[in-house]
Nanobody, 126 residues
Framework: QVQLEESGGGLVQAGDSLRLSCGASGLTFSSYAMAWFRQTPGKEREFVSGISWSGRTTGYANSVKGRFTISRDNSKNTVYLQMSSLKPEDTAVYSC???????????????????WGQGTQVTVSS
């Protein structure tokens, strides 16, 4: 059984930093591209960042480029999202997801991801 569990969310002020973690179990983590998505009430879930199975390739939504950094530690079955210069508009539930297929790259399409965590709330106050 595949499980993804996020941690690290919380309440911070604008300009602060936060690091999210997503631990995986039940799959060969190093074989799967991973991604972070976020969702606010009343809005569709949106792609934030993705990372290839090897960690060599990463990508970001324009709204977070230059402020967020995704990374992974395959020895720990964990993917991270370092968030800096946080803005109130970054407030959302952040979820990690694993690609449906091994040894393919990340995408920004939710339907390409088979496994999801329950999410962690990030709230940025102004």
């Amino acid at each position: 059984q595949v499980q993804l569990e996020e941690s690290g969310g919380g309440l911070v002020q604008a300009g602060d930093s936060l690091r999210l973690s997503c631990g995986a179990s039940g799959l060969t983590f190093s074989s799967y591209a991973m991604a972070w998505f976020r969702q606010t009430p009343g809005k569709e879930r949106e792609f934030v960042s993705g990372i290839s199975w090897s960690g060599r390739t990463t990508g970001y939504a324009n709204s977070v480029k230059g402020r967020f950094t995704i990374s992974r530690d395959n020895s720990k079955n964990t993917v991270y999202l370092q968030m800096s210069s946080l803005k109130p508009e970054d407030t959302a539930v952040y979820s990690c997801a694993s690609r449906r297929t091994t040894y393919v790259g990340y995408t920004s399409d939710m339907s390409d991801y088979a496994y999801w965590g329950q999410g962690t709330q990030v709230t940025v106050s102004s």
